[in-house]
């Protein structure tokens, strides 16, 4: 397939996904990409892959302890199964477990396909999603919850932000 045409196909299903009910992004918010910047051009195929696998999976219900998209996902389940199923790799079960592969990263550092993680539960590093750019992250929130795309800057999740590894080199 081609490079142009890859790229299409993935601003087509980006949009697709970042347009959907299920993904909390306010209505009065510009888009946080557009169709003139090439938002993927940057990015390997395995982070294309990555950030692919993982919009199929916005939607999906959040599941305690959740590992497969017909019962639900919890966080870690959710990255867990987008970097197998992406890249083959195999990620420890738990958020706190995946806090502790691959390599540390500072905030302003960020690329698309790092993990970040965050303290909601009292305790570091209890909260894991997948860096999409732009302060964005696609993550599995909580109980009633579904899989969707965030703001880290938003308050809540700027206040609980505890760090970045990086799995995909880039």
């Known amino acids: 397939m081609s490079g142009h045409k890859t790229i299409t196909i993935l601003f087509s299903t980006v949009a697709f996904f970042l347009c959907s009910p299920g993904i909390a992004r306010p209505a009065e918010q510009e888009p ?3 169709q ?23 939607g999906i219900n959040y599941r305690r302890g959740g590992t497969n998209p017909d019962s639900g996902l919890d966080c870690s389940g959710f990255v867990q199964l987008v970097f197998r199923d992406a890249l083959g790799k195999l990620l420890p ?39 999409l750019g732009d ?24 206040k609980r932000y505890n760090g970045a590894r990086r799995i995909v080199e880039q």
């Not at 302060?135 to 700027?158: Q, T």
């Open 32 to 34: 946080w990409f557009s």
């Open 36 to 58: 003139d910047s090439p938002l993927f051009e940057r990015y390997g195929n395995g982070v294309q892959d990555l950030i692919l696998k993982g919009l199929e999976l916005v």
């Open 93 to 131: 079960r738990t958020a706190g477990e995946q806090s502790k592969v691959g390599d540390v990263v500072d905030k302003n550092e960020l690329k698309p396909g790092d993990l970040v993680f965050f303290n909601t539960m009292r305790r570091a590093f209890s909260h894991v999603g997948i860096y």
């Open 135 to 158: 302060n964005r992250f696609l993550h599995s929130p909580r109980s009633g919850g579904k899989i969707r795309v965030e703001d880290m800057g938003r308050g809540y999740w700027a």
